[in-house]
């Protein structure tokens, strides 16, 4: 509570001061994912250190590690970062033990308004609780899971006339998660220029929150829901409902025919691997990953393709969302000049320049505005997904929750262990077990 | 064939010659791999069948030394040729050198927290050792079991108070932190190499030196230090060791600047598989113990049984 | 410190102090930092856990009331099957590595014991792999285990003719168990070595030779000269790798994390899932103390044990 108090006493000064006389050029560091967007946030980051005199480190970690390092370090009070590009499901436990500052102050005294944002990425990675005007962080990179497939295969006459000829219809973007199958059974070990090649690439990590993305991804199509709409936390029918059950069943299925050999962990960075060097003839992964394939050697240049995640069954659509909002470390001993910093990377143009070197802005006048879908192959897709997103578990107890489904998962579709239903099962079991626990039930 | 260890025939003895020769080789095998593939291109290091010969390339230290970024085409000619061997490395994949990687500072932290916790461990396991050996020393029987029972508990175990213990105090990711708790772990392990060390020097050499008018402390510092210096040298070696290879407490309670290598190097595969800068950050982490391993070959056996074992 | 340096100087100010002290008091002096830096690493850690075992704490929630829960974390620990099958994963790890082990790591003694030439710098090079970090070792072991390109997979099936990208040693359920005895027993097997090695060589050649003069079998001698007199060095040997092989924590995770689902996931890796990123530390703790007071007991029964051996 005193880290609060201090901040509060911060943004009042601030307010009165302004930003002008914080004269004092600091050393700020900003801890994020090592990934392609982080690359381009160093490049966009020069600006600021050339207008503020403030001068930025960088400290990325990568995806697999990265929640498990950087929430370590929250927990432990750390002062390494001062700046915290956090995960969208940080946000409750972090604004619940006072990890982050809380800046409506600020965005009230700077003119920054949360409605200029895609209303779907301030839920999801400002807001605690969720759906109030409690904001903890600015929505700095918008992400969704969705697919992106090989174009040139797909139009090849030879693989066009094999596949009309198997399945009796043309081979096309698919529509469905049945079509998805279809397509990657068709392409699993079939020879592509003298490659074997396999049909998708899927996530599968075990270790922080890799195949609970992934099987979600799928499951939130199939009918799968947290809770009741009208009762939250009542999961038993929801999380184990029938229809999530035939969506964890397609998911394992889907491993068991159509993903390269030794997919048994992978994620995003084992996605990459595998799309880059023409393993697979789609590929799930999250949105960050496309302007890497339209610049690659390999796929690039149109030979990808973008997909919105396919719909279920019953035509339910939905994708899991990605993506990061920047928050101000508690613990930092620089928090104006980290303040600064959000207020710089706030403005439109620096919005404007962060989507053109490959960063997902969640500034709405940014995607938008008339000529954003057509700015890139992927735009109008990104916006479509992003229109669907549901996301995981914000909760405090997030990190209890997911290991709990990492491994109901896992034990289920990689080790082949039980059934869907015991999986589901369990896990209303694993997560009523930790709500209990929060006295939340 | 004989059993005798006298005198093994000369068929066995070239028989036992080729088997140990033989697993040997096997052993080494992968950290020759390691070696070898910290000098592959990216594409050599992945091909099927493995490359046993290969062209040898930097590529790996490069990558693993410096961070890249992608440049486009236009930026890549207004920058004109390359100027360094390495920029021209990495401009090979239309890449540009954007800075130094974290590796440096990792080993450096590596280096700092082992020979601080190293120094800290022999001076006060030094001393200790020296009152356990000459003085009476109670529940003398039980020692090893004590000195054991403290390695029994798993470090994550440890780590969780620990953990706390340094959120309090503000020691968490911090060298301070990591030269002390190492030194809590390797004191055990100091106290009890050194006294074995120091019970082999005759007690008569000291006595002589307190008739001569030594003081206690003169005759500790003048006479029995300098007798023990292969035994402390042989047990920094494993003390340094100990805090140079571990990762259980590393991971748990440094994030940054205080991270130290063995938590670090995971991480260098990042997006795209470079494993030759794996294996390079590999390689130049292990070479360091493999070199001490060979230097302390006569007195291994001591340290990794707790002196239980003395050859 | 030198004997000609000034007296003002420090050193030989606190030089002179400490050498005037009687030797009891120099043997406080001496061993005091010794025990309270032990007491504050490994005791009071201890104490600590034990009365964090006895509540709800979660160190990611310091805003939460704490409360006490009495022994209902060891209540939840005992019959969670999930830990109960940890427990089966770390004894198969546990006894395999040492089976193996042993039984290479004796074989290789002797063979050396033969003292054929060169027979120490062969001992070096098979002693590396065991000083290096487990961690980093693990992490490039997964390397030799891709399917396809790794050297693991292409040894075996250059061996065996199967496919190199038909098997995938830490993706498999049932091979992931073997794929960590088998980096472990590689790394650890020189360990056993070196400890039969100098049990070997601590036979008084006299025995065997009394023996020759009986006209003892050398099967005979084997198992009535060198197996005794060796087996407290094993027992020693095995004492070592068991409890190491416990809390294996370091060279697993980075090797593969504890999947396929959850077929490697050793107590020490379950422990740390707990602990440090569900953050349930006070069961996590509960979970902590049962592992110690485990290791404890069994290793004081086996230390016993070996006592008996050994005045035998």
């Known amino acids: 509570m005193r880290s609060t108090f201090l901040t509060t006493a911060a943004l009042g000064a601030l307010c009165v001061t302004g930003f002008a006389n914080t004269a004092q050029a600091e050393d700020l560091t900003l801890c994020w994912a090592a990934w392609d967007p982080a690359n381009a946030l160093v490049e966009l980051s020069k600006d600021f250190e050339a207008q503020s005199g403030h001068k930025m480190n960088f400290e990325f970690v990568p995806w697999p590690n990265f929640a498990d390092r950087m929430l370590n370090e929250l927990n432990s009070g750390g002062k390494l970062c001062d700046l915290m590009i956090g995960d969208s499901q940080w946000i409750g436990g972090s604004a619940e033990a006072g990890h982050y500052v809380k800046l409506n102050d600020f965005f009230d005294a700077n003119g920054i308004s949360m409605s200029d944002f895609v209303p779907a990425t301030v839920t999801g990675y400002s807001e605690w609780p969720k759906n109030t005007p409690n904001y903890w962080a600015l929505p700095a990179f918008g992400d969704v899971v969705g697919w992106t497939y090989r174009k040139d295969w797909f139009e090849r006459p030879e693989i066009m006339a094999a596949f009309k000829e198997k399945y009796g219809r043309d081979i096309a973007p698919p529509a469905t998660f049945a079509e998805l199958k279809d397509i990657a059974e068709f392409f699993q070990g079939r020879e592509i220029d003298g490659k074997t090649v396999y049909g998708a690439s899927i996530y599968t990590e075990r270790g922080s929150e890799g195949i609970t993305m992934g099987a979600m991804d799928v499951l939130y199509s199939f009918g799968f829901k947290y809770d009741n709409p009208d009762k939250p936390y009542d999961m038993d029918g929801f999380v184990n409902s029938d229809a999530a059950v035939a969506g964890l069943e397609f998911y394992k299925a889907l491993y068991d025919c159509c993903v390269p050999p030794g997919s048994s962990n992978g994620y995003m960075s084992e996605g990459i691997d595998a799309y880059k060097s023409g393993q697979v003839a789609m590929q799930m992964n999250f949105a960050f990953t496309w302007p890497g394939f339209e610049a690659d050697p390999n796929v690039g240049g149109g030979k990808t393709g973008y997909l919105v995640n396919p719909a279920g069954p019953d035509g339910e659509q939905f994708a899991q969302l990605g993506g990061q909002g920047i928050s101000v470390v508690a613990y930092s001993t620089k928090q104006e000049a980290a303040l600064e910093y959000i207020k710089w990377f706030a403005q439109k143009d620096v919005q404007e320049k962060w989507w053109k070197s490959g960063g997902f802005s969640c500034l709405r006048s940014v995607v938008e505005a008339p000529d954003f879908a057509a700015s890139q192959p992927y735009a109008q897709t990104f916006l479509d997904s992003m229109a669907i997103v549901k996301d995981f578990w914000a909760e405090p107890s997030y990190a209890t929750l997911l290991q709990a489904t990492q491994k109901r998962f896992h034990d289920y579709v990689v080790a082949g262990q039980g059934t869907a239903k015991e999986a589901l099962d369990g896990l209303v079991a694993d997560w009523t077990e930790t709500f209990q626990d929060d006295g939340k039930l | ?311 | 410190m030198t004997d000609d340096a000034s007296p003002r100087t420090l050193p030989a100010r606190v030089g002179r102090r400490i050498g005037a002290l009687s030797d009891r008091a120099i043997a406080w002096l001496f061993v005091a930092p010794t025990i309270a830096l032990l007491l504050a690493i490994n005791i009071f850690p201890l104490i600590w856990t034990i009365r964090l075992s006895l509540t709800n704490y979660r160190a990611n929630r310091p805003n939460l009331d704490v409360e006490w829960v009495g022994i209902e974390n060891y209540r939840r620990v005992l019959t969670d099957p999930d830990v109960w099958i940890t427990m089966q994963a770390t004894a198969h790890f546990l006894i395999w590595t040492i089976v193996l082990q042993v039984l290479i790591g004796f074989t290789l003694a002797w063979l050396i014991n033969a003292k054929f030439r060169g027979s120490d710098l062969w001992t070096t090079v098979i002693v590396l792999p065991m000083m290096l970090s487990p961690a980093v070792v693990g992490n490039f072991w997964t390397f030799f285990y891709q399917p396809q390109i790794g050297l693991f997979n292409y040894v075996v099936a250059f061996f065996s003719g199967v496919d190199p990208s038909s098997f995938t040693m830490i993706g498999s359920v049932t091979l992931a168990p073997w794929a960590i005895v088998i980096v472990d027993t590689w790394m650890w097997t020189p360990f056993v070595m070196l400890i039969c090695l100098a049990g070997l060589r601590s036979i008084p050649a006299s025995i065997y030779e009394a023996a020759e003069c009986d006209r003892a079998s050398p099967w005979r001698q084997f198992w009535t000269i060198t197996v005794p007199m060796v087996l407290p060095f094993l027992m020693l040997a095995v004492l070592f790798r068991g409890i190491e092989n416990f809390k294996m924590f370091d060279l697993v995770v980075q090797l593969t994390g504890g999947g396929p689902g959850s077929t490697t996931e050793l107590t020490s890796i379950n422990l740390k899932r707990e602990a440090f990123e569900k953050w349930r530390t006070g069961y996590a703790s509960a979970q902590a103390v049962i592992l110690f007071v485990t290791v404890f007991g069994m290793a004081s029964i086996y230390v016993k044990a070996l006592n008996k051996v050994k005045e035998r």
Not at chain 2, 111 to 132: D, E, K, M, P, R
Not at chain 2, 162 to 168: A, N, V
Not at chain 2, 218 to 231: E, I, R, Y
Not at chain 2, 276 to 286: E, S
Request: charged residues 15%.
């Open chain 2, 1 to 311: 064939m004989s059993f005798s260890v006298t005198d093994p025939s000369p068929r066995l003895k070239a028989l036992a010659a080729v088997l140990v020769v033989l697993y040997a080789l096997v052993t080494i095998a992968p950290l020759l791999w390691i070696i070898a593939t910290g000098f592959k291109s990216p594409a050599d290091s992945i091909a099927y069948p493995p490359k046993v010969f290969f062209t040898p390339t930097l590529e790996g230290y490069v990558n693993l030394f410096t961070t890249r970024s992608r440049a486009t085409p236009e930026a890549l000619a207004e920058l004109g040729a390359p100027t360094t061997w390495y920029d021209q490395i990495v401009r090979q994949y239309d890449m540009v050198i954007s800075g130094p990687s974290r590796y440096g500072e990792r080993f450096l932290n590596s280096v700092i927290i082992g020979f601080g916790s190293t120094f800290l461990s022999i001076f006060l396991g030094t001393i200790a050792a020296y009152a356990f050996s000459r003085f009476k020393v109670p529940l003398k029987d039980d020692l090893l079991f004590f000195i054991l029972s403290t390695r029994m508990m798993p470090p994550i175990a440890v780590a969780i108070p620990i953990f706390l213990m340094y959120r309090q105090l503000g020691l968490s990711d911090t060298h301070l932190g990591m030269i002390l708790l190492y030194t809590g772990v390797n004191l055990s392990l100091a106290v009890w190499l050194l006294k074995g060390f120091i019970d082999e020097i005759p007690r008569e050499y000291e006595e002589a030196a307190l008739i001569d008018g030594y003081t206690r402390f003169q005759a500790f510092v003048k006479v029995v230090l300098p007798q023990a210096a292969t035994g402390i040298a042989s047990t920094a070696i494993f003390c340094l060791i100990f805090a140079w290879n571990e990762y259980a407490f590393a991971v748990l309670l440094t994030s940054g600047t205080a991270q130290t290598a063995p938590p670090f190097i995971p991480t260098i595969i990042g997006i795209g598989k470079d494993w030759p800068a794996v294996a390079a950050g590999t390689t130049l982490f292990l070479l360091p113990v493999m070199v001490f391993t060979i230097l302390l070959r006569k007195h291994l056996l001591r340290g990794i049984t707790f002196g239980a074992v003395r050859k």
